[in-house]
């Protein structure tokens, strides 16, 4: 890892570093993820169910509290 970019990103505001995650994830391809077969179809079984059943989804906050709730 470039340690000179990192500790640049680390000088930025949280709005801004929240902002670089986010494009930096999305620069990301499924296709170019390191996986196991399974594990690729698991995910394709999981993007179809998303979009066959939107309402049955959650959404992050809702999912990041029934995390923390079973960490507690």
Sequence with gaps: MNTHLLDNALQLSVAERLEL??????SLAVKDLPMMEAERRLLDERIA???ANPVAQSSWLEAKARLN????
């Design 21 to 26: 995650i986010e494009r930096l994830w999305d």
């Design 49 to 51: 169910d998303m979009g």
């Design 69 to 72: 709730k079973r960490d507690a």
